[in-house]
């Protein structure tokens, strides 16, 4: 039986890393780059703090954000989880995603754990991030060997400060082989895109959802002399035949190591005429959301697949041969993908997965 259609849920990102590995940096950087996200922030220790990422982006701190009607001091204790996501995910709150910034010495595990026992309907966990201090990575492995097992947990590890390191291409490589699971993105200055972890709302102004080019559209010369530029390539595929299902799990699970995000919606053709299946990958994280086919939209599979050193032509050809004409469902078809959608009848998905 398909599951029926779930509430809007909210990701929750959890975001880890030892002291000085520039997370807060990393969060505040999303809070300007959100393209008009409403970010809710949970911060060292649990504080809940409800961002507006436009109108406040770096006024966070480490455990202090000013609203403008004052602070809000957070230091509250680990069991008030549950309260603050309930508070974040209230729809009067407005809030698009959640990052728990997690303090320095925290066990990122446990709070994985935390996010998927919450009965919360309106979030849903949405991947661990792990920072690493390229320049410090040795000295931090050898003060808390505890960092390979954190990556190895990771849906994405943001390998931080690259630009520092003396030699930045041998930790990347200590990195991936840690990571075996995650995305490996360098970044300096804590500068990712936001769009590997979040779907970005376009700011009022805006007609049309953003692209992944007005990203890359603000000049930052100057601001840091000396910034290492990654360069991101994106592959967009749209369909007008529904995909087979065990073809695009095939895929899905032999992506390549440089593709660290994917989103859209697949159209499953018979195998579930009712609904189109959001799509929402991190690192080596999968989730499917079924929801209704909006009144009289056009039946396509639309999928935006993000990453670097990745080979377009290559991805879309594999995509084009996940499409399908096959009148009749195989009854055990949606098997694979069901496991990965939050609430169906199937074996749920491992944190990570």
Not at 18 to 24: A, C, V
Not at 36 to 43: E, H, N, P, T, W
Not at 141 to 149: K, V
Not at 175 to 199: M, Q, S
Request: negative net charge.
């Amino acid at each position: 039986m398909l599951p029926s259609s779930p509430v809007p849920q909210i990701p929750v990102v959890v975001l880890a890393g030892f002291l000085g590995s520039g997370k807060t940096t990393l969060l505040n950087h999303l809070l300007h780059r959100s393209g008009g996200s409403r970010i809710g922030a949970i911060v060292n220790d649990f504080g809940a703090i409800e961002i507006d990422a436009m109108a406040v982006a770096g006024a966070l701190g480490d455990s202090t954000v000013s609203l403008g009607n004052g602070c809000l001091c957070c230091a509250v204790d680990a069991s008030e989880l549950d309260t603050y996501l309930e508070r974040l995910a209230a729809p009067s709150a407005g809030i698009d995603v959640i990052v728990i910034e997690a303090s320095g010495l925290a066990e990122p595990q446990e709070l994985v754990r935390m996010v998927l026992a919450s009965e919360h309907p309106g979030i849903v966990y949405g991947g661990l991030v792990e920072v690493v201090d390229a320049a410090e990575f040795d000295a931090t492995r050898a003060r808390h060997p505890e960092i390979d097992r954190h990556l190895a947990l990771a849906d994405l590890a943001v390998v931080n400060k690259l630009d520092r390191a003396e030699d930045p291409e041998r930790v990347l490589s200590a990195v991936r082989g840690l990571a075996e699971r995650a995305a490996v993105v360098p970044a300096t200055y804590g500068r990712i895109d936001p769009e590997f972890l979040f779907d970005c709302r376009p700011g009022e102004e805006r007609i049309g959802q953003l692209s992944f080019d007005d990203l890359h559209q603000h000049d930052e010369a100057g601001e840091h002399e000396g910034h290492l530029h990654t360069a991101y390539d994106s592959v967009s595929f749209e369909s007008g035949r529904a995909l087979d299902p065990r073809a695009l799990m095939r895929f899905l699970d032999s992506r390549p190591e440089g593709l660290y995000r994917i989103k859209g919606y697949v159209d499953f053709g018979p195998y579930d005429a009712r609904n189109r299946y959001g799509v929402h990958a991190v690192g080596r994280f999968l989730r499917f959301y079924p929801e209704p086919w909006p009144t009289g939209a056009e039946r396509l599979t639309q999928l935006v697949l993000i990453g670097s050193g990745i080979d377009a032509q290559a991805l879309a050809k594999e995509l084009a041969a996940c499409e399908s004409d096959a009148p009749h469902a195989d009854e055990h078809g949606m098997w694979g993908v069901l496991r990965y959608v939050q609430g169906s009848e199937e074996e749920p998905p491992e944190a990570g997965v």
